[in-house]
DNA sequence: GAGAAGGCTTAAAACGATTCAAAACTCGGG
DNA sequence: CCCGAGTTTTGAATCGTTTTAAGCCTTCTC
């Protein structure tokens, strides 16, 4: 039953079981694989074939512990639920295979801690980059990173120091976008759905909310109600209108969703409260999700470049690496644009 | 400036720099690593300080050549876009945390190729064991991975061997369910937008359509009218509805999409064509998707357990993994169940 | 037919962590 | 003051690959 191969027990067949194999040496085996042309064909053939019979497959480990690093980069992102999230990772990816790199990705579901352990990660298995979306006051971790050697490009948030890049969309013009929309059309009085403020796009989105306010001449104190959840999804938004209604005083008649997700939820709540949409509230979301137009109210919205944001951001990571010093960093900003629906214009 | 640390360039540290800034051997900063207690307090200290200092972070793929492997497994599911694998996604990473293994996620997009490649790197990288979601005929290279000591589980498919586990809902009983429904309601001739057969789950749904068709002696060849798509998601189903459109003969009145994201944008195109649903069209979509009930027409569709259909599968992994040789293979199936909505019954 | 020039192949030295047998301590008891 | 039993620490071997200098063949030139 048994081959000449004496037993390799069932230990994975490394090179040197190759080299044995054909015949050679080690290091014809890797030539083999790495410099195909600079061995003889009768050799190649033989390790080739060698190679088939043993089903050998490279280790990684020792290859990169060898090679010191691997063509791969690393992705954070707060939520890889939020469709907002998988087109700018599609992006990321499209520019990443072009330079043959293969992307790592995850999800922080916006905790700090689960985006340290996932750093680490990334860190320890030898990532040439990473691209994060903080979740929170992660920028020390980020630049320590980036000084062991590691790039670091910031996604869909505004680097807030010069020697580190980002893309981003202009989440302050985007928060302004909305109010400005609902003003426009009345609304004195604006319930806002938020996440924590140190996640950067909640804090600038509602600077633009702030924003919009003051140019209107409303006072936030009265015009304003902010609700503040945990989770940036549907089971969030829902829980924000559940505490709207529990509190007193006036009703808003108008509610901006720090995103879509969130709106959905939102407006599940809403129908379970019998609100009408838009006649007794007048609801914007952010992000413009691939379903936003198809809803029962069709979602006014804040669009956004996804696949273009992690393009972008990965091209920038790509070329910090290829330019080193002479690179120059940069703050990339796309604006945001705003599509008007029914669910807050009954014209629409 | 230079401290008395000698030169090291810019190389990130290795264990060495650090038990030479201790004034240790690496044995011992291995151990202070790795078991701590083995180690008098006052070393400890003076080598976590060096840690520290130097801002040492393990190399993982020293670790693992030297360890043999690492606790992490990988998964490939169809789309990484799609609400349902993402669901699924996070069943399986719930029930892999209790056992400290980490999960590297991957989307195929239904490409055979694709799936291959993240497949072998998922082998090179040593992970223990694979989840996946196969796209076409890779049983084979799903067969060999396991001889070579990669445990696998199929996710979402029902296993075609005995040696192979698998975690699936019944496909055919959920097509089944969906053409019943729709022939309940009268409908004597049904469009089916479905993807290539290949994918398990095509298959099997397009199985059931044809038995709930026979059941009720109905000829497939009148009551069927099949389109075939190449990607499953909003763009294949819009795609679908224009190709429906494009043939000639008799309109259905009902249509069977695949999953709720072809059914998505099958309703866009429809509303598109000026269709009334579910007055001129029935409309059943299958995933029962985050935003199913909240669309313009709220979808009919089939429920699947997503959240835990991947704990099931994670833990059948681990199982295997940890009982060994005494592993009983098994093919859990869970029953689907239809969520009746507006998109096919006006009354819903 | 000697020497040079190439083309292939080899052997050995890394890469950074873990492990384990052995050495070096410590401490109490005789 | 030595012995022995712990307790800590050490140093070398090892994992599987890549890389490099050196060596061996051929073949060619004169």
New interface residues.
Partial sequence: MSTTTRGRA?R?PSITDVAKRAGVSVGTVSNVLNRPDQVSEATRDRVLLAIEEL?F?????????RAGTIQTIGAIVLD??N?FF??V??GVEDRLAADEY?L??SSSDEDPEREARYL??F????VQGVMVTPSAGSLDALL?LR???IDVVLLDTTSPVDDISSVAVDDVRGGALAIEHLIGLGHTRIAFINGPLTIKQCHDRRAGVLEALATAGLDPADALVEITIGSLN?DGGEAGIDELFARDGDRPTALFCVND?TA?GA??ALRAHGVAIPAEMAVVGYDDV??A????V?LTSVRQPTHQLGWTAADLLLRQRSEGASFQHQRVQFQPELVVRGSSDPSA
């Fill in positions: 069932d994975r089903q497959v490279r280790n990684a480990s020792a290859r990169q512990l890889i639920a469709p998988t087109e990772a599609r293969t790592m990705l680490r990660l860190e320890e298995h030898g320590a000084d062991r050697g549907a997700l959905l407006l599940r691939v379903f137009s198809m809803l029962t069709p």
